[in-house]
C-alpha cells in the first residue's frame, strides 16, 4: 500500500521546537520531490517549503526560512521537518507531499501536483 504517515505533531510553546516525520510506505521517498504544506483554520492551504528529488536544492517560504529545515533519511525512507523558533501563526495541520516527477529548478509545484499525500500532523503553538 502507497502512503506517507506523518508524525511528531503536538502543543508547543512559543519558542518552541517541533519535528515532524514523514515515512513512506509502498515506494522510496529518496528519488521523489518533497514539499511540506500547512493550513491553518479558516485558511487555505499553503506551501511551506520543497526540496529537490536529489536534495540538490530547497526552498523556503518566507515566513519560515531560518527557522524550519528538511531533511531525508533515506534508510529510514522518512523525511523530516525541523520547527524551530515556533510562533503561534505557526499553529495549522502540516501535509506532507511527494512527487515523482523532476521538481524544477528553484520552483515548488502547486498542490495539485503531487502524487501522495500523508495525513496530516496538528501543531499548536500556544502558551
Known amino acids: 500500500q502507497v502512503q506517507l504517515v506523518e508524525s511528531g505533531g503536538g502543543l508547543v510553546q512559543p519558542g518552541g521546537s517541533l519535528r515532524l516525520s514523514c515515512a513512506a510506505s509502498?515506494?522510496?521517498?529518496?528519488?521523489?520531490?518533497i514539499a511540506w504544506f500547512r493550513q491553518a483554520p479558516g485558511k487555505e492551504r499553503e506551501g511551506v517549503l520543497c526540496?529537490?528529488?536529489?536534495?540538490?536544492?530547497?526552498k523556503y517560504a518566507d515566513g519560515v526560512r531560518g527557522r524550519f529545515t528538511i531533511s531525508r533519511d533515506n534508510a529510514k525512507n522518512t523525511v523530516y521537518l525541523q520547527m524551530n523558533s515556533l510562533k503561534p501563526e505557526d499553529t495549522a495541520v502540516y501535509y506532507c507531499a511527494a512527487k515523482r516527477q523532476r521538481l524544477l529548478f528553484g520552483v515548488c509545484p502547486r498542490d495539485d501536483e503531487y502524487d501522495y499525500w500523508g495525513q496530516g500532523a496538528q501543531v499548536t503553538v500556544s502558551s
Open positions: 526540496i529537490s528529488n536529489s536534495g540538490g536544492w530547497t
Open positions: 509502498g515506494f522510496t521517498l529518496d528519488s521523489y520531490g
